[in-house]
């Protein structure tokens, strides 16, 4: 994580992600943690993940409006673990 431009923004948006799927945060909270990170990043070289958060957040806002509430649990964990696996894959600004 050491390599990251904004590596606070990307603990705060892991943590708030491993509460989620813990059960420790709600989906208010977590989408707060994204839109918070989303606007502390301004470099170009790490405009992927400001990219990156915004659609996370957006499938989440579509999943909490658009899919039966049944749902709503195992569709909003697919999308964090696509961004937590994105992440992951991508731990180095210049990558």
């Known amino acids: 994580m050491s390599n990251w431009l904004y590596p606070e923004a990307i603990a705060r948006v ?3 992600c491993n509460l989620f799927i813990s059960g420790d945060l709600d989906i208010n909270g977590l989408q707060a943690s994204l839109y918070q ?3 502390e990043i301004e470099a170009i ?3 992927w993940f400001r ?3 915004s659609d996370t ?3 989440l806002e579509e999943i909490k ?7 709503h649990k195992a569709a909003m ?3 964090i673990e ?3 696996s994105r992440i992951h894959g991508r731990g180095k600004a210049s990558g």
Not at 65 to 71: N, R, S, T
Request: proline share 4%; charged share 35%; glycine share 0%.
């Open 45 to 47: 070289e790490e405009s």
């Open 65 to 71: 409006y658009l899919m039966p509430c049944e749902e």
């Open 77 to 79: 964990r697919d999308a």
């Open 14 to 16: 892991e943590s708030a």
């Open 37 to 39: 990170s989303e606007l």
């Open 82 to 84: 696509q961004l937590l």
């Open 57 to 59: 957040e957006n499938k």
């Open 51 to 53: 990219s990156l958060l």
